[in-house]
């Protein structure tokens, strides 16, 4: 059975390396051929120009299609897979066109994986082990009021007067800028047009207490039964979103002010402007420590009293292995291609595994990953 990993850029190649380097059978796909044999030609020349026909020429039952590609090509992969019996594995959400295949995933016998990188993907599995362990502890009631939060963010090890520094364009980060989001407050749903409308403060518990700027991002309402939470739980606060240094706000007064007014082409070519202009001033340097904090807690409360109160947090940097933000996404990709062969997830369409001894074997690699990983409470 052999994993065909779709993609080399800048988060795929630690988990990519890991697989080859565990012998594993590992076709590597790039659309330049020359960069992927840069990172990886030192392990493997089983490496070919990124092809979907020609991929599809070779794809056998039973093998395992990696996709680090754009998120438009997760869908036509997956789809692949299933006519050769095949099963996929990506980092990114769920789309709706993805969900809409679970039912011809689960007729071919194939799994189709996703959300198994950093944001979506660690998180999710530190959330499935508080809720168990919540479950399963003296204090659990199903009539505790809950307060979950899930806060993730890439920021620089060493803080410029920008409050931020990017890896790969800038693009993604001001387009999502102009996206909506929902989440839960005083147990109602709070609609967020904007970020900027909801920043709020979070101290991480991390061995120094540090407080960051917070605000929520997509859709979190979905999650909570995802997260096994049942219908009959008041939920006092719900929600999943993006972790900045503090002064990111004020740093970028002026790039949120200038972003509300874009539209139409003239505002998609200006954001293009805005994304070079920032990646010309605020990329990363060569060799320079990122740094990602993630923090997901759960708290439950009786009568206003907290009976239940525990944060996963976590905090690594880049170091000689790399920047933090590649090992995170890209080892708990391998670490589901390595489940997907084990026949250690269904066939369907799912997302990061909630099964116990999944978690604590992927947790256990994730504290490998890390500088700090941590449960407090």
Known sequence: ?????????????????????????????????????????DLT????????????????????????????????????????????????????????????????????????GLDPGIDHLMAHALVADYRAS???????????ISYCGGIPKYPNPFRYKFSWSPLGVLKALRSPSRSIRNYAPLDVARPWDAISSYVA????????????NRDSLPFMAQYHFEENWPVREFVRGTLRLNGWAEAWDGV??????????????RLKEM????????????????????????KA??????????????????????TAMARLVSVPVSLAVEAVLNRAIPAGVHAAPSDPKLVEVWMGEIDKLAQHLQVVG
């Open 301 to 322: 409360e009786k009568d206003g009293v907290a009976v239940w109160d525990k944060t996963y947090v976590m905090d690594a940097w880049g170091d000689a292995r790399g």
């Open 256 to 269: 949120f002010k200038e972003v509300e007014t874009l539209s139409g082409p003239e505002g998609d070519a």
């Open 205 to 216: 518990p991390l061995p120094t207490p540090e407080s960051f700027e917070v605000y929520p």
């Open 275 to 298: 994304s070079d202009q920032f990646w010309a001033e605020n990329a990363y340097d060569e060799g320079e420590p990122d740094r990602v904090v993630l923090c997901v807690g759960l």
């Open 45 to 116: 020349d089983d490496i070919h120009a990124f092809d979907i026909d020609a991929l599809g020429a070779v794809l056998a039952k039973g093998d395992v299609i990696v996709s680090m590609l754009p998120g438009d090509w997760h869908v036509p992969l997956a789809e692949l897979a299933i006519s050769k019996g095949a099963n996929f594995v990506s980092s990114s959400y769920i789309a709706p066109e993805m969900h809409a295949l679970d039912e011809a995933a689960r007729e071919a016998g194939v799994a189709l994986v996703n959300e198994v």
């Open 138 to 148: 003296d204090a659990f009631d199903a009539t505790n009021h809950l307060s979950f």
């Open 1 to 41: 059975m052999t994993i065909h990993w779709c993609g080399t850029g800048l988060s795929a190649i630690p988990g990519l390396r890991r697989l080859i380097g565990t012998d594993h059978p590992v076709t590597v796909w790039n659309r330049t051929v020359s960069k992927a044999r840069d990172e990886v030609g």
